[in-house]
Nanobody, 115 residues
């Protein structure tokens, strides 16, 4: 079975940082695109950051550029999202994804940024 286990969320003050982790199992990790999405109640899930397997290029939503970084450790089958300078509008459930919107999803980890 494919499993994506996300962790690292929590409650943080404005300006704080969190490192989200997602351990992937049941897939050939280094042969699949990896990304992070987020969702708040009443809104559509949005892409936050993605990492291409083809050229290592990255995508970041405009709202997080310069504050978030994405990385992967193929030896640990893990993808990370380092979130810095957090803002209240970053509050959401963050989901890791493998294989794009039609691929596989983790269970989500809650990030709450207090003002």
């Amino acid at each position: 079975d494919v499993q994506l286990q996300a962790s690292g969320g929590g409650l943080v003050q404005t300006g704080g940082s969190l490192r989200l982790s997602c351990v992937v199992s049941g897939l050939t990790f280094d042969a699949i695109a990896i990304g992070w999405f987020r969702q708040v109640p009443g809104k559509e899930r949005e892409a936050v950051s993605c990492l291409s397997i083809y050229d290592g290029s990255t995508y970041f939503a405009d709202s997080v550029k310069g504050r978030f970084t994405i990385s992967r450790d193929n030896a640990k089958n893990t993808v990370y999202l380092q979130t810095n300078s957090l803002k209240p509008e970053d509050t959401a459930v963050y989901y890791c994804n493998a294989g794009g919107s039609s691929g596989y999803w983790g269970q989500g980890t809650q990030v709450t940024v207090s003002s």
